[in-house]
Nanobody
Framework: QVQLVESGGGSVQAGGSLRLSCAASGDTYRHYCMGWFRQAPGKERERVAALGSNGNTNYADSVKGRFTISKDSAKNTLYLQLNSLKPEDTAMYYC????????????????????????????WGQGTQVTVSS
């Protein structure tokens, strides 16, 4: 079992920055995709960034160049740096983890690349709210 806890959300003005954290605890897995999702009222959940255990990263076009996903393996923590924030970035942000005990199972689902749909990820955090005012 894995537990994910997000933090770092808040209210900022347009052009500002935030850093979201996702602390993972429980079982440790060698092969995984981890990602950040967001959902605003009336809109579909959107994957904004993903990071694989192989080091690959992927970003939604809407945030490319402004958001950066990273991890601190020693702290078992995933981060999302949000820069140049816009009002349309306002949403609840969720951390998700899809984990695998073998490389082949990871490959069979994701082909070694975490850029696809992660909506069926095994573990999800509770979310942290980001609000950007104009």
């Amino acid at each position: 079992q894995v537990q994910l806890v997000e933090s770092g959300g808040g209210s900022v003005q347009a052009g500002g920055s935030l850093r979201l954290s996702c602390a993972a605890s429980g079982d440790t897995y060698r092969h995984y995709c981890m990602g950040w999702f967001r959902q605003a009222p009336g809109k579909e959940r959107e994957r904004v960034a993903a990071l694989g255990s192989n080091g690959n990263t992927n970003y939604a076009d809407s945030v490319k160049g402004r958001f950066t996903i990273s991890k601190d393996s020693a702290k078992n923590t995933l981060y999302l740096q949000l820069n140049s924030l816009k009002p349309e970035d306002t949403a609840m942000y969720y951390c998700a983890a899809d984990i695998f005990d073998t490389w082949i199972r990871f490959w069979q689902k994701y082909a070694g690349f975490c850029g696809g749909n992660m909506n069926d990820s095994k573990y999800w955090g509770q979310g942290t709210q980001v609000t950007v005012s104009s």
